[in-house]
């Protein structure tokens, strides 16, 4: 089976902006999380979708949105971007959400706000 | 919420030595620990994964223990190898019904030296 797989890999925009990233899911996971990725924080969770609902959410600021399609494929957006969203936001699948079960992560998207 | 502190945050060990990393939990309701390993510039690979109905899992020269009663977990990595060399993620499970969210330590970097 083909991992998960994220685009784009690296992105740089500028203060103010939006910036829309996605994640496909191995194929038959219902789950995908989203977590942000910094030197300081280390891994933070940003929201979890399960057959196109969030189930779940981390604590981030509005601007950070995101949704979840019919083929469990998933966006997440962050709109008016400041400089400490440079991140690495990474993606994760696992077959039906359950507590217990293994998530397999994406490669990322490098994202530099300048 | 869960809250996962992970010691040390970085370890130095000569090849063919052992490495030790302990992380502690603090909600008694998480039952999934999973440990993940991430080269630089790469995805969190999943390494090895214990469940709360266990005390103890090992994979060749990588070991997993769980104290459910301290509410702590750690890796042991034996015979290490300069291949080795990466950060560790600890995790645990946000436990709540079906919601699947990790909750991560902030990692450890080891350096195997040859």
């Known amino acids: 089976k083909a991992g998960v797989t994220q685009t784009p890999r690296y992105l740089i925009k500028t203060r103010g902006q939006q910036v829309t990233l996605s994640c496909s899911p191995i194929?038959?996971?219902?789950?995908v999380s989203w977590y942000q990725q910094t030197p300081g924080q280390g891994l933070q969770f940003l929201f979890e979708?399960?057959?196109?609902?969030?189930?779940n959410k981390g604590n981030f600021p509005g601007r950070f949105s995101g949704r979840q399609f019919s083929n469990s494929r998933s966006e997440m957006n962050v709109s008016t971007l400041e400089l400490g969203d440079s991140a690495l936001y990474l993606c994760?699948?696992?077959?039906?959400?359950?507590?217990?079960?293994?998530?397999?992560f994406g490669p990322g998207t490098r994202l530099l706000v300048l | 919420g869960e809250n996962v502190e992970q010691h040390p945050s970085t370890l130095s060990v000569q090849e063919g030595d052992s490495a030790v990393i302990k992380c502690t939990y603090s909600?008694?309701?998480?039952?999934?620990f999973p440990w993940y390993k991430q080269e630089l510039g790469k995805r969190p690979q999943l390494i090895i994964d214990?469940?709360?109905?266990?005390g103890e899992k090992k994979d060749q020269r990588i070991a997993v223990t769980l104290n459910k009663t301290a509410k702590h977990f750690s890796l042991h990595i034996t015979e290490t190898q300069p291949e080795d060399s990466a950060v560790y993620f600890c995790?645990?499970?946000?436990?709540?019904?079906?919601?699947?969210?990790?909750?991560f330590g902030k990692g450890t970097k080891l350096s195997v030296k040859p």
């Open positions: 994760a699948s696992s077959l039906g959400g359950l507590a217990e079960e293994t998530q397999y």
């Open positions: 194929s038959g996971h219902r789950s």
């Open positions: 979708y399960f057959s196109e609902t969030q189930r």
């Open positions: 909600d008694s309701a998480s039952n999934y």
């Open positions: 214990i469940r709360s109905n266990v």
């Open positions: 995790a645990a499970n946000n436990y709540g019904g079906s919601q699947g969210n990790l909750i």
